[in-house]
């Protein structure tokens, strides 16, 4: 049968792949490379590194991938999304089913960790489910974006005991940090830690291009960073053409009776 490996290959610093993905590269025939376009050329090399320093040359082939492009203002963010999934599952059926013989062993590599924020478990399973073509799948974690900007921090993730909650910019803006004491924001195109209610007990922990030789670190309390987050994401995005930023909201903990 047909076997799929999601391996996550960390967020931005090739040392940061495990043991187990870098054993996982060597099983590969055929790696299927997901091209996020222009503006992210960067991600690519990044990719093509790590293939180049962990893949075995000339033992595998490379499938680029075009993904479809994707509605970001939909009304409907859910059915979006949904319909995205669909397409690429489609796209990446027809992928395997073409480029991977029958008993070869095919790899999708996935930024940070194939758990966080990624959709390549969900389509994979997606085909699975099918059955169409039959394949199995395996799943090779990595370290997060989180993981990264916490370590490059030196700060836990949680404080003693307490939960900690992970969501996007958007929702950020949506429901503030509610009564958590702990918010990590992914995915924020907007500035969203804007939105929070002032309070002088909130820090942040900001962390942009975690990983790489372009890393950037600020933190402090918010309302005396923001400003400077936000002139400093603006500056980097202009001279890169591209950002990803990942960051910690927290404030202490309220005692429990
Ligand atoms: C689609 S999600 C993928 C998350 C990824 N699976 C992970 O484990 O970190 C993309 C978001 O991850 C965060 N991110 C990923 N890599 C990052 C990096 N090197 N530095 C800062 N943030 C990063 C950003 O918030 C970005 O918007």
Not at 89 to 112: P, R, S
Not at 231 to 251: Q, S, V
Request: negative net charge.
């Amino acid at each position: 049968m047909r076997k799929i490996l999601i391996i996550g290959i960390g967020a931005g610093n090739p040392e940061h792949i495990t043991i187990q993905a870098i054993n996982a590269l060597q099983r590969v025939a055929v790696l299927f490379i997901t091209d996020k376009g222009a503006d992210k050329d960067e991600l690519a090399r990044l990719r093509r590194d790590i293939c180049a320093r962990y893949v075995p040359d000339g033992r595998h082939r490379t499938v680029e991938i075009a993904d479809p492009a994707r509605d970001r203002n939909p009304s409907d963010y859910r059915a979006a999304v949904e319909t995205w999934h669909q397409q690429r599952a489609n796209l990446y059926e027809d992928l395997i089913a073409k480029q991977l013989g029958a008993d070869e062993c095919g790899a999708f590599l996935v930024w940070g960790d194939p758990s966080l924020y990624d959709s390549t478990i969900r389509i994979i399973a997606e085909i699975a489910a099918r059955g169409s073509v039959a394949i199995e799948y395996e799943v090779i974690p990595g370290i997060t974006s989180i993981q990264a900007l916490t370590a490059r921090h030196g700060i836990p993730l949680n404080q003693i005991g307490e939960p900690v909650q992970i969501t996007t910019g958007r929702r950020l803006a949506e429901d503030s940090m509610g009564p958590a004491s702990d918010v990590v924001v992914m995915l924020d195109g907007d500035c969203a830690f804007n939105t929070v209610p002032d309070d002088a007990a909130v820090e942040i922990y900001w962390g942009a291009y975690l990983g790489t030789p372009d890393e950037i670190l600020l933190s402090g309390k918010l309302r005396d960073t923001a400003a400077a987050i936000e002139r400093t994401r603006a500056d980097a995005r202009r001279r890169k053409g591209w950002i990803m930023d990942t960051y910690l909201l927290r404030k202490p903990a309220a005692p429990r009776r």
